[in-house]
């Protein structure tokens, strides 16, 4: 069946450093490529998504590209802050708009 | 305004106990879900109802029985409560998927955290 696999954390980082978490995903036919954000204590939120090959998602500063090729939905950001520390979670849907999770990445960006 | 509620936020009780957790969405979606986050933090949906029938139900526990009174409603009742289901269980909607669309963005609730003692 459809899956997601995202790189485990805790991914720790300082402030203004580089951020990227890995996601591949394995599926049928062509699915639909999110980000959602978990910040502590809350529920989720929709932050970046792509829903056809090469299609780039962007939002508040982060980025991912739906890569056919390599089945992955790479996150990136040039410059993390404080205030991005939260767990980021890969997924993805077909055709029933079932939301397929990775297993979440905790990021602490530190000051 | 909030788009989905969820209530309670906490919700603690004894095993072997009967619960309810409500969910309502005042966003027209006609689609909602239940998904259950462990304490790893994984999640993983529950169930799926599209205009108060039932259209995805994933292998979870005859104890779990979701009830849809109208389509701006969502509740979860499980009965005979066990350690196991300690959780944080999440309320989403959606619009329906029409013609020709691949997914709609899926707005979540808050979460109940759920502790059986």
């Known amino acids: 069946g459809d899956s997601v696999t995202q790189m485990e954390g805790p991914v720790t980082l300082s402030e203004e450093a580089f951020l990227t978490i890995n996601c591949t995903y394995t599926?049928?036919?062509?699915?639909?490529l999110f980000w959602y954000v978990q910040y502590p204590g809350e529920g989720l939120q929709l932050l970046l998504k792509?829903?056809?090959?090469?299609d780039k998602g962007s939002n508040k500063g982060f980025e991912a590209t739906y890569r056919k090729e390599t089945t992955s939905f790479h996150l990136e950001k040039g410059s993390v802050q404080v205030s991005d520390s939260a767990v980021y979670f890969c997924?993805?849907?077909?055709?029933?708009?079932?939301?397929?999770f990775g297993t979440g990445t905790l990021l602490a960006v530190q000051p | 305004d909030t788009a989905v509620s969820q209530t309670p936020k906490y919700l603690v009780t004894q095993m072997g106990n009967d619960k309810s957790i409500k969910c309502e969405q005042n966003?027209?979606?006609?689609?909602m879900y239940w998904y259950k986050q462990d304490s790893k933090k994984f999640l993983k949906i529950m169930f799926s109802y599209n205009n108060k029938e039932l259209i995805i139900n994933e292998t979870v526990p005859n104890r779990f029985s979701p009830k849809s009174p109208d389509k701006a409603h969502l509740n979860l009742h499980i009965n005979s409560l066990e350690l196991g289901d300690s959780a944080v269980y999440f309320c989403?909607?959606?619009?329906?998927?029409?013609?020709?669309?691949?997914?709609?963005?899926?707005?979540f609730g808050p979460g109940t955290r759920l502790t059986v003692l």
């Open positions: 989403a909607s959606s619009q329906d998927l029409g013609s020709g669309k691949r997914y709609n963005e899926q707005f």
């Open positions: 599926a049928t036919g062509y699915p639909s």
């Open positions: 792509a829903t056809k090959a090469d």
């Open positions: 997924a993805l849907t077909g055709a029933t708009n079932k939301l397929i």
């Open positions: 966003l027209g979606h006609d689609t």
